[in-house]
């Protein structure tokens, strides 16, 4: 026989099995092969394949015109250290029509779409520029780093990438 503390005990020791079997059936529904909830798919950090989609849409719509005019063609915009800077990375196609980018008089900009803040490619003592300016050669991956103080600008932001004459509007940052 059972006294009346133990009792009690027993209800909260049966009621939480109950609950928490509950809660793991739900676990096992959701991975099942049910969609995850909307709180899941929005939360920040999370990279929905919308983002991707946004980002894959520009360069669609937009990559063949800097192809042609500009000879490169845009790869990608990404956080690099920590979120503290960000990754500009093109790919030439045309030498010739490409040598804005390396251009030292030319200043590059990353400008956030939301606050109109412009980046720009910091300078290290001994180092330089932190982009490169080398003879540019066909098909060749370059890059520039541009300061994101603040971590302002984050993954799925908008950039405008501003070198010279050359302004890319809605690049994604990935």
């Known amino acids: 026989m059972m006294s009346t503390g133990t009792w009690g005990f027993s209800k909260a020791l049966l009621a939480g099995l109950l609950i928490g079997e509950l809660a793991v059936g739900d676990a096992r529904a959701d991975s099942a092969g049910s969609p995850p909830t909307k709180a899941v798919q929005e939360q920040p950090g999370n990279k929905s394949s919308a983002k991707s989609e946004t980002a894959a849409s520009w360069h669609a719509r937009r990559g063949p015109y800097f192809q042609r005019t500009w000879?490169?063609?845009?790869?990608?915009?990404?956080?690099?250290?920590?979120?503290?800077?960000?990754?500009?990375?093109?790919?030439?196609?045309?030498p010739a029509k490409a040598e804005v980018m390396t251009d030292r008089k030319a200043r590059p900009y990353l400008i956030d779409e939301a606050t109109r803040t412009a980046l720009a490619v910091p300078a290290m003592e001994n180092v330089g520029e932190l982009r490169q300016v080398a003879p540019l050669q066909l098909n060749r991956t370059y890059f520039m780093i541009f300061?994101?103080?603040?971590?302002?600008?984050?993954?799925?932001?908008?950039?405008?990438?501003?070198?010279?004459?050359?302004?890319?509007?809605?690049?994604?940052?990935?």
């Open 71 to 94: 000879g490169i063609d845009i790869v990608a915009v990404h956080p690099v250290s920590s979120g503290y800077m960000l990754r500009f990375d093109y790919r030439i196609v045309d």
């Open 147 to 174: 300061g994101n103080p603040g971590r302002l600008v984050k993954p799925g932001s908008r950039v405008t990438l501003v070198v010279g004459d050359l302004r890319a509007e809605g690049l994604v940052v990935n």
